[in-house]
């Protein structure tokens, strides 16, 4: 039946010709944009999940800033640390010497209080944008390191602590209280001591009494050999009924058991205030070295006491601690350098990685889309002809009436 009201054929191609036209008008938002879903009308669901990765992408670039700034102020602080035990190990170069006798001892005195004012200026020199990790004047710093995402949406971020290591000098005070009964093998005094117990029954009775008023956080210590016991008074020290003298004599004691060291005993005087009696029934000699740090000293306390004019033997059991604490301090801030680059390192691949992720869900495929263009525009060509075509037919109905 051929009606010139409605013509179904052209009604046909016309839809047929709207269809290729979205068709191809999507492809070609495609190609322009470069993106097979470029808003949320092209798929909810994946530009919903691509733009939360994407926001993520931009705050992992935010923590690599964080860690970039990190690693290089840890590394400031490494490198000072570094400098500081290279100059403590010139320095008890020099306190050896100064164990002989014959010797002037006033001039390498003025060497190392040159080196000791050498070391106050790495540590003070030692910040990254203000931040100064080895004066003291910091405890802990948060370096951001992470963002973590969980199954729910919720969000929190994730930090790498960076202990502080102080390496300052000031803030000693000096105070008598160490001494050892026996005559003649006292080489030091003030705030430190080294006496020597001798193989097979050598003994000597070490006081613990303090000249002036303790504190919380004043640290005493002994030296046998080479292993280092030592107490710090608490505020439970400091309020006890009993003398805090007993209290720290007896904390002594309890650590210096725990070296285990063969041969040696330490007896608690009661009798005395402060008395500990160490006795070596071992082979072998061993030398005690007695030090004393209030609690307002910083890590290199020690170091403005030291004077080889008047104590050699204490000075030279001062630096080795001394040297210690540094080595502690560059040690502490090489492991937990490396560990900010590791997590630099993985925070730039996981952004890249997630960068994939987003462009497999919304980038458009170029050479699907370059042959879909191209079947697009025969279809829209054939798409105008067929249209065309139907619209004639009203036309041939014409010669029926002829």
Not at 107 to 115: M, R
Not at 366 to 389: C, F, H, K
């Amino acid at each position: 039946m051929s009606s010139i009201l409605t013509n179904s054929s052209s009604m046909v191609a016309l839809q047929t010709l709207k269809s290729v036209n979205s068709n191809l008008s999507k492809v070609q938002n495609e190609i322009s944009t470069g993106k097979s879903v470029a808003s949320a009308k092209d798929n909810a669901a994946v530009w919903a999940i691509s733009k939360v990765m994407e926001a993520d992408v931009k705050s992992f670039k935010g923590i690599s800033d964080s860690l970039a700034l990190g690693e290089s102020t840890v590394a400031v602080a490494r490198k000072a640390s570094e400098t500081v035990t290279d100059l403590l190990t010139q320095m008890k170069g020099k306190i050896v010497a100064a164990q002989e006798s014959n010797v002037d001892r006033g001039k390498i005195q003025t060497d190392i209080a040159a080196l000791r004012d050498q070391i106050n200026s790495v540590v003070g020199a030692a910040q990254f944008n203000g931040l100064n990790l080895v004066n003291g004047s910091n405890t802990t710093v948060d370096v951001l390191a992470s963002l973590d995402r969980q199954a729910n949406g919720t969000v929190a971020t994730s930090s790498i602590t960076v202990s502080a290591q102080d390496l300052s000098t000031g803030g000693y005070t000096a105070a008598n209280i160490f001494s050892a009964s026996t005559a003649g093998t006292i080489s030091g005094a003030g705030d430190t001591f080294v006496t020597t117990l001798d193989s097979a029954g050598g003994s000597d009775d070490v006081t613990i009494a303090h000249t002036g008023t303790w504190a919380e956080g004043d640290q005493v210590s002994v030296t046998i050999g080479k292993k280092t016991a030592s107490y710090t008074v608490s505020a439970n020290d400091l309020a006890s009924a009993s003398t805090t003298d007993d209290l720290v004599a007896v904390g002594l004691k309890n650590a210096v058991d725990s070296l285990g060291i063969a041969g040696l005993t330490v007896d608690y005087d009661s009798a005395n205030a402060g008395e500990l009696v160490f006795t070596n029934a071992g082979s072998a000699d061993l030398s005690v070295t007695g030090q004393f740090k209030n609690a307002g000293a910083g890590g290199l306390g020690l170091l403005s006491g030291i004077d080889v004019t008047s104590n050699p033997t204490a000075a030279l059991g001062n630096i080795e601690s001394l040297i210690q604490t540094a080595i502690g301090a560059a040690a502490e801030f090489g492991s937990v350098e490396k560990r900010i680059e590791i997590q630099s390192s993985f925070v730039s691949g996981l952004s890249d990685a997630m960068k994939v992720g987003i462009g497999s869900m919304v980038d458009a495929d170029m050479e699907e889309t370059s042959a879909r263009l191209q079947a697009l525009q025969v279809q829209q060509q054939l798409g105008i002809q067929s249209l065309s075509i139907a619209n004639q037919a009203p036309q041939n109905v014409l010669s029926l009436f002829r």
